[in-house]
């Protein structure tokens, strides 16, 4: 299969919907092999949250991703810390934002029985579904790239708020 767009922008929209159609299929065959590497909802958040910048060069692209990406994350001993901290922010956010349910929130609550049988973090995946919510609701007000750099700012300052030192796979510091 090809697929052919007109704007060149929205090759982003058409690599987090491969990514999530892929990840999503495997979670609803109960009885697919999981393999290669599992996503976590670090992972997904990275993708959705460089997307904007796939339009750009390659050199744009590592700048973004060393730039914002790099210094957040560094910020966490290991990327299960990194994972609950996310979990915990997209949850308040959500809470914050009145709650409402996302189209794929609601999707996902019949997926979780199979998601749990191949092996896929439902958390994760709930935490990734709230973040995007959010993502999509500043991109809609700043653009993708302004509602990156807000998003992590936002992380950035509540993770320093959380903790002083590096935190480790138990919420410790590390």
Known sequence: ???????????????????EKSLFSMAAQPDATMLG????????????????????SVEDQERAYE????????????????DAFLT???RERSAEG???PSALMVQ???LAPLC??????????CAY?????????????????????????????AARSVKAPRMDDAGGTA
Request: contains cysteine.
């Open 37 to 56: 590497v599992r996503f976590r909802a670090l992972d997904l958040a990275r993708n959705l949250l460089m997307s904007p910048f796939l339009s750009g």
């Open 108 to 110: 996902l609550d019949g």
């Open 116 to 125: 749990l049988q191949g092996g896929i973090s439902i958390e994760h995946i």
């Open 98 to 100: 009145g709650g409402k």
């Open 129 to 157: 579904a709230r973040f995007a919510a959010e993502f999509e609701r500043l991109a809609a007000e700043r653009g993708g790239e302004g509602a990156t750099r807000a998003l992590l700012s936002e992380m950035s300052a």
């Open 1 to 19: 299969m090809a697929v052919t767009w007109k704007d060149p922008l929205a090759a982003c929209q058409v690599y987090l919907w491969i990514q």
């Open 88 to 90: 915990a922010f997209a």
């Open 67 to 82: 730039e914002l990406w790099l210094p957040w994350q560094a910020q966490f001993g290991s990327a299960a810390a990194a």
